[in-house]
Structures are given as C-alpha cells and as structure tokens.
C-alpha cells in the first residue's frame, strides 16, 4: 500500500523560509514523478513543483520560481520542498503526490497518490 505522509508545515512569517518532507512507503518508485501541490481556501488545488524520482529535471510553478527547491534522497524515499522568501500568498495546505509516468504534469487528477497534507501559514 502506497504511503504518503507530509511533515514540516508551520506558522512563519514573511521572508522566513520552511522545508517540507514527504515521506513516501509502499512501493519502489523508481519510476515515478514526485509532485507538490498546495491549496488555499476557497481555491482550486494548484501545482507547486515536480521531480522526477531519478532527479533529472524539475518543474515549478511560475509563482514560486526562484524561491522554492524540490528535491529528493532516494536512500531515504523522501521528497523536499524547501521554500525561500515565503509570502503570505504561499499560505495552503501543501500536499505531496506520486504520478507513475514519465513526463511531468501539472494537473492533479494525473497524480494517483496523495498524502493527507501539511499545513503552511504565512504571517505578514
């Protein structure tokens, strides 16, 4: 059974910066794409960034370009998200996701698995 679980939410402020783990379980995922997503209230569930599990490209979302970094340590199956420079408009819950495919996408719905989420709120 496939496992994801987030950790490393909490309440900063603005310009402090966090580092989220996902912890992934279950299967080798050798093949598949890692992603972080987040959502607001009252917002649809938007893409944040994506690797690869080999760690050969990355992808992220115009809005955090530049000051976050998605990475990940395959001893540890863990993906990170640490972010820089956080605004109060980065305030969601952050989830991470595992899509079994080869290219990158963001869009949600092709992700199959998902962890239950971690909070970031951001004061200003």
């Known amino acids: 059974q496939v496992q994801l679980v987030e950790s490393g939410g909490g309440l900063v402020q603005a310009g402090d910066s966090l580092r989220l783990s996902c912890a992934a379980s279950?299967?080798?995922?050798?093949?598949?794409?890692m992603g972080w997503f987040r959502q607001a209230p009252g917002k649809e569930r938007e893409f944040v960034a994506a690797?690869?599990?080999?760690?050969?490209?990355?992808a992220y979302a115009d809005s955090v370009k530049g000051r976050f970094t998605i990475s990940r340590d395959s001893a540890k199956n863990t993906v990170y998200l640490q972010m820089n420079s956080l605004k109060p408009e980065d305030t969601a819950v952050y989830y991470c996701?595992?899509?079994?495919?080869?290219?990158?996408?963001?869009?949600?719905?092709?992700?199959?698995?998902w962890g239950p989420g971690t909070q970031v709120t951001v004061s200003s």
């Open positions: 996701a595992a899509d079994n495919g080869r290219l990158i996408f963001r869009t949600a719905s092709r992700y199959e698995y």
């Open positions: 279950g299967r080798t995922f050798s093949t598949y794409i």
């Open positions: 690797i690869p599990w080999s760690g050969d490209s990355t």
